[in-house]
């Protein structure tokens, strides 16, 4: 299928279909990964080609014009794309994982969002921004880091503290168009280059009450839009699945990488006198255990992936509450996730020797990439295994689960 074919569908594609239309979009966004680079963000015609090829309706309500298909068709496509170019990726799965998140708002806020059904929204979760209560919702002031895709959404996900009725304030997510705040341009990194991951800042501005969420409603699947929907998929734990977003980039990167370095292995013949010179690469031992290892470490990475997803699809299915030992077993695993697959690129990245330091090759970009995507600290494997290890000994994990 030729990207200039892809259109709107009359009909709801089904997954493979879906699937097809994401890794055509993948081999053009591999063609302009360098310009996406230079730009710093994501182009909007790419964006509208994957709006046309139906991709950000994936996890949307049908209610408002989506498929309501869950987070392994979502994963699946993520890594298509990501295999291509991995802020291309990234960014679509960001947006398109936000289709979820703004189900689980109330009514009143999915209404206002979904008056526009293409409308998306992108977000930065850390709860820095203050708010201060008004008649009717809230004021709010704030700057939020790394909002990727923020040049390509309508809505701002801000996270902040919400002020509660006894004087306190508890974590959670404003909501607000784009226009009721300003992006800061800072955006200039080693990887993810292309995500336009920029500063978000809000100065005194209104949020109503309908459009903010807590975060221990959405960890608890109690959150407005979690509890008038009978569908499973927005029933489940906030954490237990949403970070896969950030996991499946790598995953495509990382089968991307091996891809690249299978074409370039199979007709390469090495130089260096000391590695020896003049053989094919293929024939060199090292090789063929990088290219074992890695995709071993690929494989074991996409099975925990994808069994984690379906134990929490399955739980929520039930309409069991989900346990906390597999809340923190799947934070756990997304952060070993990525390990392994980082892991893999090295290995890829190592054996490919100075060929794959050009800018022209994809390699390079996929080490980048995923080294950048590994420093996210949701997927920081101290601070995530070290709260899985506190789990095993009897105590208070802490951080996010």
């Not at 189900?103 to 209404?111: E, G, L, N, P, Y």
């Not at 950030?246 to 091996?258: T, Y």
Request: with cysteine; net charge neutral.
């Amino acid at each position: 299928m030729s990207v200039g074919a892809l259109r709107s569908s009359v009909v709801e594609p089904d997954a493979s279909d879906l699937l097809a239309r994401a890794r055509a979009i993948a081999a053009l966004a591999r063609e302009r990964a360098q310009q996406t680079e230079t730009d710093r963000r994501v182009s909007n015609d790419m964006i509208e080609r994957m709006r046309q090829a139906d991709l950000f309706r994936v996890m949307q309500p049908r209610a408002y014009g989506g498929f309501e298909y869950g987070f392994e068709v979502f994963a699946q496509i993520v890594a298509a794309i990501a295999s291509g170019c991995g802020s291309t990726g990234w960014v679509y799965g960001l947006l398109a994982s936000h289709q979820w998140l703004i189900a689980c708002f109330s009514q009143a806020a999915q209404d206002e969002v979904w008056q526009d059904p293409s409308a998306l929204a992108a977000g930065t979760y850390a709860p820095v921004a203050r708010a201060v209560a008004a008649e009717g919702g809230y004021r709010l002031s704030g700057t939020g880091s790394f909002c990727s895709g923020c040049d390509n959404a309508q809505w701002q996900l801000l996270g902040g503290m919400i002020p509660q009725p006894d004087g306190a304030a508890t974590p959670g997510f404003f909501l607000l168009r784009s226009g009721d705040c300003t992006i800061e341009d800072n955006w200039r990194t080693m990887g993810l280059a292309g995500t336009g991951s920029k500063n978000i800042v809000a100065r005194d501005a209104f949020v109503p009450a309908h459009r903010t969420l807590t975060f221990s409603e959405l960890a608890d699947a109690t959150a407005p839009g979690m509890r008038a929907t009978s569908n499973p998929l927005y029933r489940q734990s906030f954490l237990a699945v949403l970070p896969i977003t950030i996991v499946s980039p790598v995953l495509g990167m990382a089968e991307g990488a091996l891809a690249d370095f299978l074409t370039m292995a199979s007709v390469r013949t090495t130089r260096g006198a000391v590695a020896g010179g003049n053989r094919r690469m293929a024939e060199l031992t090292t090789v063929q255990l990088r290219l074992a290892e890695a995709s071993a470490s690929i494989d074991a990475a996409r099975l925990l992936m994808f069994r984690d997803l379906a134990e929490a699809f399955e739980t929520a299915a039930r309409g069991d509450a989900i346990s906390m030992d597999v809340r923190l077993r799947n934070r756990r695993d997304q952060a070993f996730c990525v390990r392994l697959l980082v892991g893999a690129i090295d290995a890829l990245f190592l054996a490919a020797g100075g060929q794959g330091l050009f800018l022209e090759q994809p390699l390079q970009r996929a080490w980048r990439d995923a080294h950048a995507a590994a420093s996210h600290i949701s997927l920081n494997w101290d601070a995530t295994g070290s709260m899985y290890g506190q789990f095993m000994l009897g105590l208070e994990p802490k951080g996010q689960y």
